[in-house]
């Protein structure tokens, strides 16, 4: 566990505060301060100074910094990309909805899974984002923005499950009431398969909601997109779906991106409900987001709409999702790409 005070619980930081002769109310207060987003010790007015120099001596602060920042003039949505202590890079995306602002936020600074449509995972993984920098992610987009955050979904940059203790711990404290207090119900967590852990995840009874990136009918088509398909066959992938809703009674949401003649006819839909059957589901149909170092293009409207037609006509609810962003390099993993890009070739040019 890291050594940064925001990554703890209120025993915890109890206990090193314990050490320093401090008694046990004092855990909740610097708890709460640290919640609040402060960047330094000195803003936490009711602690003593011997206390707050002790702390910062030890236990530094480190706040994300504001790299990048760009708003939609078209709804609005607000990409950051903050900078880590270690100079790396993640982003953040905050999107604006009827039923209050929802932040998406990254889980690891790249990615491994290799899925061919998208951006983050080019480069690979650099590293997993500890509990504190995600909840950072949450703390300073709300501070920056204005906008109070009401959801999370943790589908930025990262396989969240690829780092399940730390994203387990991230839980813990974005829904602690003496934190930000978010409710697990406003909690959505995307998985592009990871069977093992989604065994564990539904051992947990949290009352999140499973997102699992199918994007495929059948190993076939799925395989040729989302290299985890060789590990965890689509076969397998539904089994732990239906193992997770039998443990948490929860309905898994499914990610389907519509690629353009390779997942999204009729007979692929088709497919689908079959292989479903009984396993209460709903699928967010997503546009695809063109990148440009990949040959995959978007599904017509017209295919999308029949796709999601067929699905409906089945009793499967199907939502194309609202597309926000898309002046803003808001699909996963653009703006951190063509940032490290531009520092590349500024490195270049010295």
Known sequence: M???????????????LKELGQPAFRAKQVFTWLHKGVRSYEEMSN????????????????????VRKQESQKDGTIKYLWQLSDGNCVETVLMRYHYGNTVCISSEVGCLMGCAFCASTLGGL???????????????????????????VLMGIGEPLDNFDNVMRFLELVNSPEGMNISMRHISLSTCGLVPKIDALAKRKL??????????????????????????????????????????????????AMIDGVNDSVEHAKELIRRLKGLPAHFNLIPLNHVEESPLKPSSKNAVARFQKTLEDAGIPATVRRSLGGDIDASCGQLRRKYTKEQGSSADDK
């Open 126 to 152: 650099v590293r997993r984002l500890e509990p504190f920098e995600m909840l950072d992610q949450v703390l300073f987009t709300q501070i920056d923005s204005g906008l109070p955050v009401s959801h999370i």
């Open 207 to 256: 009352q999140l909601t499973l997102s699992v990136s199918l994007h495929a009918p059948n190993d076939e088509v799925r395989s040729t997109i989302m290299p985890v398909n060789k590990a965890y066959p689509t076969e397998e992938l539904l089994a732990a779906c239906r193992r997770y809703y039998a443990e948490t009674s929860r309905r898994i949401s499914f990610e389907y």
């Open 2 to 16: 890291s050594a940064n005070l925001k990554s703890m619980t209120i025993p915890e930081l109890g206990a090193i």
């Open 47 to 66: 602690l003593p100074q011997s206390l707050r120099a002790a702390l910062a001596g030890k236990y530094p602060i480190n706040a994300p910094k504001v």
